[in-house]
């Protein structure tokens, strides 16, 4: 099954989507990597999903992304004594560690001594999404004399956010160590990690890891924006966050900054992610609204890898149609000769080393030559990440012996992964390569295509070899 266009859809699994024949069908409609959102959900209801997911994958022929989405340090208020107040501007409001009483109009338990040990005077908090804005006035250890600056109704539980404060809180709380034990042993191929303040969380879990699948950085904090660069650097790809993005920061700073993040990613060859509220509507509603659809188009035009469906396809009404108004826009989007401009005039230079340089190289010659198709022969995926880097015109067929390559490629701009046998030498690959493209329907005898590929063979990240050849 080759899809018609580059970008891949990521649809999350839930209610809506359990069964095996809505799963089935919504591969069907585009889907490409499915979701497994571990803040909802029993274990048994995940792996259900999976088995299904990997069903198909055998039936279809075709590898399938499975991405696991831990949940994340999630930091709530606690309860009041007689249901939601109503928090009035100017009012003050206390923040208490360890309280034995229910809350009221006054305050409220608030039980993490992290969020405490990071306030300061001035400090602002965000409860229920944004909705409350509190200042700290006055702060210990376990208290914290606040103003309402925007008040309304608040009830149980409610979230809170600290948008100017990096918390000294590991993102891997016991209930996420938990599900990645899970996860990695159903063998998903992505772990999402959420809430990434700073670098380190990604070595923290890396380490836990160990190879088993990749990572994705969930960017949603504006910590994680300051240190952008190393974080993107030190993951596998990133997920845009929008939802607790465009909690901590103004909803007008949102739009630049993940323009900024899917640039940075291009320019490391790293897969980006846009999330959250993409066709929000149509978790009720058969059809998006018209920016729905624009905001889709401006993370395709942008060159990001892939976009996501959360509720859409996890609770809504109409999990298959978001998927399959999702694969329109796609494809209408990359049939604008002006899509090819951007992604053109976005392209940055590659860094100095080998493979970029290949990468590079086969992103001339594809067009010099008007080839057909590109091939990456790879054991790690190096060689058609470095080749999704430079978003070539033709298309990327990823040939791999490992099928766990196979289906973590399944996320990467424009790559149709294929799982082929191990090669001996670059006569056989080539070989090989010509006849995958032919079969896969990318190329017709008499045309050319462009194989790049890391010698020796098997041996991860070592891209050095560009060989053009004729079907």
Known sequence: MRRRRNAKIVATLGPASSDRATIQQLFEAGADVFRLNFSHGTHEDHKKRYDIVRDIERETGRPISVLADLQGPKLRIGTFANGPVQLQQDAPFQLRLKSDQAGDEAGVALPHPEIFAALRQGTDLLLDDGRIRLRVEKCGKEIADTRVITGGPLSDRKGVNVPDAVLPLSALTEKDR??????????????????????????????????????????????????????????????????????????????????????????????????????????????????????????????????????????????????????????????????????????????????????????????????????????????????????????????????????????????????????????????????????????EAGQSIVISAGMPFGRAGTTNLLRVAKV
């Not at 992103?363 to 198709?373: E, P, Y």
């Not at 490629?409 to 191990?422: D, I, M, R």
């Open 178 to 443: 938990r599900d990645l034990d899970f996860a990695l042993q159903l063998g998903v191929d992505w772990v999402a990690l959420s809430f990434v303040q700073r670098p380190e969380d990604i070595r923290e879990i890396k380490e836990i890891v160990d190879g088993r699948s990749r990572i994705i950085a969930k960017l949603e904090k504006p910590s994680a924006i300051t240190h952008l660069e190393a974080i993107v650097r030190e993951t596998d790809a990133v997920m845009v966050a929008r939802g607790d993005l465009g909690v901590e920061l103004p909803a007008e700073q949102v739009p630049a900054i993940q323009k900024r993040i899917v640039r940075t990613c291009r320019q490391q060859g790293r897969p980006v992610i846009v999330a959250t509220q993409m066709l929000e509507s149509m978790v009720s509603a058969p059809v998006p609204t018209r920016a729905e659809a624009s905001d889709v188009a401006t993370a395709i035009y942008d060159g990001a890898d892939a976009v996501m469906l959360s509720a859409e396809s996890a609770s809504g009404k109409y999990p298959i149609a978001a998927v399959r108004m999702m694969d329109n826009i796609i494809v209408q989007t990359e049939a604008d000769p002006f899509h090819r401009q951007e992604l053109d005039a976005s392209h940055t230079p590659p860094r100095p080393e080998v493979a970029d340089a290949i990468g590079f190289a086969m992103r001339d010659v594809t067009r010099i030559l008007r080839a057909s198709a590109t091939v990456a022969y790879t054991s790690s995926g190096n060689s058609a990440l470095c080749m999704a880097r430079e978003r070539p015109e033709a298309p990327i067929i990823g040939m791999t012996p490992r099928l766990s390559t196979a289906r973590q490629l399944a996320l990467v701009w424009g790559v149709h992964a294929v799982l082929v046998h191990e090669v001996a030498g670059v006569t056989e690959m080539t070989d090989f390569a010509t006849a995958t493209a032919r079969r896969e329907g990318f190329a």
